[in-house]
Nanobody, 115 residues
Framework: QVQLVESGGGLVQAGGSLRLSCAAS????????MGWYRQAPGKQREFVAT???????VYADSVKGRFTISRDNAKNTVYLQMNSLKPEDTAVYYC?????????WGQGTQLTVSP
């Protein structure tokens, strides 16, 4: 079992920045992938970014150049630095841990970007 706790969401104006954090605990094994997904009202959950324990990153086209994912393996924490935020980035952001058949989700943290 892996537990994930997100933090750092909030309200920000368009063009602003925010950093999300996700702390993992429990049976964390390597290698693994940790990432961020988001779900806007009335829409399906979508991929945002992922980072492997070897620090390989993948981004959705919609956030490339604006968002940066990073992780601290010693702290079992993953971060999402979000810059140049847009109203369409408004969503609940979920942290994800994946290793083979283990696929864990956090409870989510709300990001609201005002015009």
């Amino acid at each position: 079992q892996v537990q994930l706790v997100e933090s750092g969401g909030g309200l920000v104006q368009a063009g602003g920045s925010l950093r999300l954090s996700c702390a993992a605990s429990g049976s964390i094994l390597s290698p693994n992938d940790m990432g961020w997904y988001r779900q806007a009202p009335g829409k399906q959950r979508e991929f945002v970014a992922t980072i492997s324990s070897g620090l390989t990153t993948v981004y959705a086209d919609s956030v490339k150049g604006r968002f940066t994912i990073s992780r601290d393996n010693a702290k079992n924490t993953v971060y999402l630095q979000m810059n140049s935020l847009k109203p369409e980035d408004t969503a609940v952001y979920y942290c994800n841990y994946r290793r083979f058949q283990v696929n864990s989700w956090g409870q989510g943290t709300q990001l609201t970007v005002s015009p």
